[in-house]
């Protein structure tokens, strides 16, 4: 048999005692090392598979700004659709040409262990980054003020699915803890097939989440899973074994013995995967401070308002809900306003409050709205604003909504309920 032991670091009586693979076997296992490796390399050098994405484009009549990447938070843009077309026509290629290149080769365990490695470390590092993420808020958070006021049938899917997560610090906890959880396992080769069972449940219920909410990182999570498929069906026997056909099943074997100084490196690498994900870690960690600590100071005039009152022009102005120009809710959170209209819908705008002029300054995105208002504290719970708003002179009270009056902030966990409280 071929000595590896220079190549792929195994001593060579290990080498020595491995079966040939069946043909169907082996062109199986590199269909698949291709494609992980393709699909693995994208994640961090997506620019290399451009040519041949913008090529698949053209012949499928797709315009040429679609394939353009763009960085705008979803990954399942047709950049990246076309990203995996085109891994998916590289591989089946890739595949034939080594197959005919190295047809004689008699298996490919070295490579089989390396992949594994390579596959369990990138799954490792996502899940723990992800799971860190939910421990220190950096994924979900509470509902803003706006989503509080944002009727429940104007939520996109997955601002219900963000919600939901993000409602329940405990429950995202929950779910970052076991997605760390099978990511720590992932690290260790012993615990390398417990870690895939756990990533694969893990992340079975993030696919269906994002399939089924329609969260645009239904590409991603989806090749997740499949790579703790991957991990996992190195034990497909043992696992057929004591799950379907009852039957004892003997201990993981096949574990290379490293000579001395590759098992240094393999240490020292290990080392330097984990410095990195401690550095990520840590920031996330430090971010965890900055967001509690804004959660807890509120900016001058935080709250929900309620218009009351309006005079435009010297004019009163009747609150008509068929009238859609006009204000009907004004959210005033950290560095944004949101100001709701009467059919719901919502408008965005800078916001800078100025406690010693007594000013409300509002400057939509594009800038084409702009606005300085007077505001005067009538009350504990009344506010009047007046000032120039799109060339009319407007005078408005505006009425801070607590936020005892929403169910969803007074009703926490009870262990005794003697009736569902469902509304």
């Known amino acids: 048999m071929q000595?590896?032991?220079?190549?792929?670091?195994?001593?060579?009586?290990?080498?020595?005692?491995?079966?040939?693979?069946?043909?169907?076997?082996?062109?199986?296992?590199?269909?698949?090392?291709v494609y992980f490796s393709l699909y693995i390399i994208s994640l961090f050098f997506s620019v290399l598979f451009v040519p041949v994405a913008i090529l698949l484009g053209k012949m499928l009549h797709i315009a040429g700004p679609k394939v353009a990447n763009t960085h705008n938070g979803s990954g399942d843009t047709t950049y990246h659709y076309m990203i995996v077309l085109s891994i998916w026509v590289l591989t089946p290629v890739i595949t034939l040409i080594w197959t005919i290149a190295d047809r004689r080769r008699a298996n490919y365990v070295a490579h089989a262990y390396w992949l594994q490695v390579i596959v369990r470390y990138i799954l490792m590092?996502?899940?723990?980054?992800?799971?860190?993420?939910?421990?220190f808020l950096m994924q979900f958070g509470p509902p803003s003020l706006a989503e509080m006021i944002q009727p429940f049938g104007y939520s996109s899917p997955m601002g219900l699915a963000w919600k939901f997560m993000g409602y329940s610090y405990g429950y995202s906890v929950f779910t970052g803890i076991a997605e760390i959880t099978g990511g720590i396992l992932l690290f260790f080769r012993k615990t390398r097939l417990a870690g895939?069972?756990?990533?694969?449940?893990?992340?079975?219920?993030?696919?269906?989440?994002?399939?089924?909410?329609?969260?645009?990182?239904?590409?991603?999570?989806?090749?997740?899973?499949?790579?703790?498929?991957?991990i996992a069906s190195a034990d497909r026997t043992r696992l057929?074994?004591?799950?379907?056909?009852?039957?004892?099943?003997?201990?993981?074997?096949?574990?290379?013995?490293?000579?001395?100084?590759?098992?240094?490196?393999?240490?020292?690498?290990?080392?330097?995967?984990?410095?990195?994900?401690?550095?990520?870690?840590?920031?996330?960690?430090?971010?965890?401070?900055?967001?509690?600590?804004?959660?807890?100071?509120?900016?001058?005039?935080?709250g929900i308002y309620e218009v009351e009152q309006l005079v435009k022009n010297n004019?009163?102005?009747?609150?008509?809900?068929?009238?859609?120009?006009?204000?009907?809710?004004?959210?005033?959170?950290?560095?944004?306003?949101?100001?709701?209209?009467?059919?719901?819908?919502?408008?965005?705008y800078e916001v800078t409050v100025d406690t010693v002029k007594h000013l409300f300054k509002l400057n939509e995105r594009d800038k084409k709205v702009s606005a300085?208002?007077?505001?005067?504290?009538?009350?504990?719970?009344?506010?009047?604003?007046?000032?120039?708003?799109?060339n009319d002179s407007v005078s408005i009270i505006i009425k801070r909504k607590k936020l005892s009056d929403y169910r969803l902030m007074i009703t926490g966990f009870h262990w005794v309920n003697e009736r569902p409280y469902n509304r």
């Not at 893990?202 to 790579?227: G, R, W």
Request: a positive charge; hydrophobic letters at 55%.
């Open 3 to 33: 000595d590896c032991t220079v190549f792929y670091f195994f001593n060579s009586a290990f080498m020595d005692n491995i079966d040939n693979w069946s043909t169907g076997r082996k062109l199986a296992f590199r269909f698949f090392m």
């Open 125 to 135: 590092a996502y899940l723990l980054i992800y799971g860190f993420g939910k421990v």
């Open 196 to 230: 895939a069972l756990v990533s694969m449940a893990v992340m079975a219920n993030v696919v269906a989440m994002n399939f089924f909410y329609d969260i645009p990182v239904k590409i991603f999570s989806t090749h997740l899973f499949l790579m703790a498929v991957f």
């Open 240 to 302: 057929a074994g004591f799950f379907l056909l009852n039957r004892p099943v003997p201990g993981a074997t096949g574990f290379p013995a490293f000579d001395k100084e590759i098992n240094t490196l393999r240490v020292v690498a290990k080392g330097l995967v984990l410095s990195v994900i401690a550095l990520i870690v840590g920031f996330q960690f430090n971010r965890l401070g900055e967001r509690l600590a804004a959660y807890e100071k509120k900016p001058p005039l935080y």
């Open 315 to 348: 004019i009163p102005i009747p609150l008509l809900v068929t009238d859609t120009t006009l204000w009907r809710h004004i959210v005033i959170e950290r560095k944004w306003a949101a100001i709701g209209n009467m059919n719901d819908d919502r408008m965005l």
């Open 372 to 390: 300085t208002l007077h505001y005067s504290v009538t009350d504990t719970n009344h506010l009047a604003l007046k000032g120039m708003l799109l």
